[in-house]
């Protein structure tokens, strides 16, 4: 639904782990904060957030998109390293958890993507990205966030 991303107005800081190899069998994970804001755009149609890494000296943004013809959102990635990311994940939240998919690829190698949104409440909530090679039959997860709310 149109407003199933507003709980993430606003400010926030983060705790970001991230696999430190992608795809290739690794366990071990590095740890990083992030600072977000986030606002709504398009009367509620969308929201923007901007996701800073100071310690790693680079910046995200996503912008989320609201279609209610298919009763889902499209999210798209952009980072101030290599730009945005096409194409978009797309899904909806059922039950309190969002799961937003899509084909992509990585290093050369097509993969599936997800993004799973959890654990919300007014003062936190999660978000994990995880990668599959083989269609969606088995899945790594590769980041993590937690995320709590300022101010």
Known sequence: MKTDFDFFIGTWNSRQRRLRKVLAGCAEWDEFPGVTRCWSVLDGGGNVDDLRFPTLGYSGLTVRLWDEQRDEWSLYWANSRTGLALPPQVGRFTDGVG??????????????????????????????????????????????????RTG
């Open 99 to 148: 799961i937003f998919t899509g084909d992509d690829e990585y290093e050369g190698r097509p993969i599936r993507v997800v993004y799973r949104w959890s654990d919300i409440t007014a003062r936190s909530c999660r978000w994990e990205q995880a990668f599959s090679v083989d269609g969606g039959t088995t899945w790594e997860t590769n980041w993590i966030a937690e995320f709590e």
